[in-house]
């Protein structure tokens, strides 16, 4: 090919963006047909019931009336001050379990899991997770030169799969030192599925199980991006009450992201963050997160830690913006449970769904089904086993309508076979 010098790793193949494709379908079809005759569900973004993306009031007002040297100035590679302690805050509130928290800011959850896929695991290694994951885990995986496994997401109860999941470390650890393990939950992006603190406490045990080996070492990722849109706050994080006492070549990685709890999806903030038991372990994590930082992004969008900072360590403001994003939540979980129920009306089998922004109809042929609900004017997201519809960004009269269509559809391409 003449003119293209790019290196071979970099010549791959290029896959279109299916969520993006399907979205720029949709938004054509309501230009032409008009909104309500469109349920666009491709984006992972919250829009109100006029189509508005939401936005936490006090999240903007802070961006607003931000001073010109706040807005533009670099912040320290480590984070702003105040940074470490506001993550703290968000996460854990006052009971931060006994763990030495460190936490260095990344552009948004997804630099977090750049970091950890890179620092956690070496050339040619797997990255396990489930079934059902958030489509650029492998993209990253790929990038760093990593792999991504997966292992059966549920039982045949709906619950999480400890089998499956024992099977594929017992598999992973055959072949490599290392054994880095992403767990999407609360709220899983894509199926809404959030552990029990139960189901958290088996994970556990399994580490511990593949730790009496010394020689290895064992990282948890808890991605919890979705954390503040599941049970109310206390609930929500009882799976951390599970990650102490934790053998010492062990550590628990948390993925932090601005992008949902504070509405900033745009302006890219969020942490890596650890849970460790010893000050000097979190030492060397923080000096191998910033030396990435440095190498990589080097320091990240200052106004976003500001907002973070200003928000989480004055009790009034976090209030405030706790009460405005509480009012978010409960308009998306309504929104989510009237999906479940029209589905359960029309016999439409989904995943387990417990909170979220997103529910998971599994089927085969993916593909096919989300082509041919673009025919229904339903717009959905292909999976590799399922299509993923997005409560968080559809009104509540269109999660009652789409369960209906979606069955149709499915029993005609049945019909056809
Ligand atoms: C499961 C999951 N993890 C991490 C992220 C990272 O989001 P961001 O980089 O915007 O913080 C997302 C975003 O959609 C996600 O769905």
Same mark, same amino acid.
């Given at each position: 090919?003449?003119?293209?010098?790019?290196?071979?790793?970099?010549?791959?193949?290029?896959?279109?963006?299916?969520?993006?494709?399907?979205?720029?379908?949709?938004?054509?079809?309501?230009?032409?047909?008009?909104?309500?005759?469109?349920?666009?569900?491709?984006?992972?973004?919250?829009?109100?019931?006029?189509?508005?993306?939401?936005?936490?009031?006090?999240?903007?007002?802070?961006?607003?009336?931000?001073?010109?040297?706040?807005?533009?100035?670099?912040?320290?590679?480590?984070?702003?001050?105040?940074?470490?302690?506001?993550?703290?805050?968000?996460?854990?509130?006052?009971?931060?379990?006994?763990?030495?928290?460190?936490?260095?800011?990344?552009?948004?959850?997804?630099?977090?899991?750049?970091?950890?896929?890179?620092?956690?695991?070496?050339?040619?290694?797997?990255?396990?997770?489930?079934?059902?994951?958030?489509?650029?885990?492998?993209?990253?995986?790929?990038?760093?030169?990593?792999?991504?496994?997966?292992?059966?997401?549920?039982?045949?109860?709906?619950?999480?799969?400890?089998?499956?999941?024992?099977?594929?470390?017992?598999?992973?650890?055959?072949?490599?030192?290392?054994?880095?393990?992403?767990?999407?939950?609360?709220?899983?992006?894509? !199926?809404?599925?959030?552990? $029990?603190?139960? %189901?958290? *406490? #088996?994970?556990?045990? +399994?580490?511990?199980?593949?730790? @009496?080996?010394?020689?290895?070492?064992?990282?948890?990722?808890?991605?919890?991006?979705?954390?503040?849109?599941?049970?109310?706050?206390?609930?929500?994080?009882?799976?951390?009450?599970?990650?102490?006492?934790?053998?010492?070549?062990?550590?628990?990685?948390?993925?932090?992201?601005?992008?949902?709890?504070?509405?900033?999806?745009?302006?890219?903030?969020?942490?890596?963050?650890?849970?460790?038991?010893?000050?000097?372990?979190?030492?060397?994590?923080?000096?191998?997160?910033?030396?990435?930082?440095?190498?990589?992004?080097?320091?990240?969008?200052?106004?976003?830690?500001?907002?973070?900072?200003?928000?989480?360590?004055?009790?009034?403001?976090?209030?405030?913006?706790?009460?405005?994003?509480?009012?978010?939540?409960?308009?998306? !979980?309504?929104?989510?449970? $009237?999906?479940? %129920?029209? *589905? #359960?009306?029309?016999? +439409?089998?989904?995943?387990?769904? @417990?909170?979220?922004?997103?529910?998971?109809?599994?089927?085969?042929?993916?593909?096919?089904?989300?082509?041919?609900?673009?025919?229904?004017?339903?717009?959905?997201?292909?999976?590799?086993?399922?299509?993923?519809?997005?409560?968080?960004?559809?009104?509540?009269?269109?999660?009652?309508?789409?369960?209906?269509?979606?069955?149709?559809?499915?029993?005609?391409?049945?019909?056809?076979?």
């Amino acid at each position: 090919m003449r003119y293209v010098t790019l290196a071979d790793h970099a010549l791959r193949p290029q896959q279109k963006d299916k969520i993006f494709e399907a979205s720029s379908r949709a938004k054509a079809a309501i230009k032409e047909l008009g909104e309500e005759n469109v349920i666009n569900s491709t984006l992972g973004e919250c829009l109100d019931d006029e189509g508005r993306l939401m936005v936490l009031p006090l999240v903007e007002e802070r961006i607003r009336s931000m001073s010109i040297e706040e807005m533009f100035s670099y912040a320290p590679i480590a984070g702003v001050q105040g940074f470490n302690k506001a993550v703290e805050v968000a996460l854990f509130g006052d009971n931060n379990r006994g763990f030495v928290i460190e936490a260095v800011p990344t552009p948004g959850g997804c630099g977090a899991l750049r970091h950890v896929v890179w620092n956690y695991l070496d050339m040619g290694e797997a990255v396990i997770t489930t079934e059902f994951y958030w489509g650029p885990y492998k993209g990253i995986c790929e990038e760093h030169g990593r792999k991504l496994e997966t292992f059966s997401m549920f039982n045949s109860q709906g619950g999480f799969n400890l089998e499956a999941l024992d099977e594929k470390m017992a598999e992973v650890a055959e072949r490599q030192k290392q054994i880095l393990l992403i767990l999407n939950t609360p709220a899983n992006n894509p !199926t809404g599925y959030t552990m $029990t603190p139960q %189901e958290m *406490a #088996g994970v556990v045990e +399994l580490i511990r199980k593949y730790a @009496k080996d010394e020689e290895r070492k064992i990282t948890l990722c808890l991605d919890v991006s979705y954390i503040d849109y599941d049970a109310e706050f206390e609930e929500s994080r009882r799976i951390f009450d599970e990650l102490t006492d934790m053998p010492e070549n062990t550590m628990v990685t948390v993925i932090f992201s601005m992008s949902k709890s504070f509405t900033m999806c745009g302006l890219r903030c969020g942490a890596i963050v650890c849970l460790s038991p010893t000050e000097e372990a979190a030492r060397c994590f923080k000096d191998a997160m910033t030396f990435s930082s440095r190498s990589t992004w080097s320091n990240v969008i200052r106004p976003a830690q500001k907002v973070l900072v200003d928000i989480c360590l004055d009790e009034d403001l976090k209030r405030e913006a706790d009460s405005q994003r509480e009012k978010f939540r409960q308009i998306i !979980t309504k929104r989510g449970h $009237t999906f479940l %129920e029209e *589905a #359960g009306r029309a016999g +439409l089998a989904c995943c387990p769904y @417990k909170h979220g922004f997103f529910i998971t109809v599994p089927y085969e042929n993916a593909d096919k089904l989300a082509q041919a609900l673009q025919e229904e004017q339903v717009y959905v997201v292909p999976l590799v086993k399922g299509i993923r519809f997005s409560p968080c960004a559809v009104t509540e009269e269109k999660c009652r309508r789409a369960p209906g269509i979606i069955k149709r559809v499915m029993e005609r391409l049945e019909g056809e076979a």
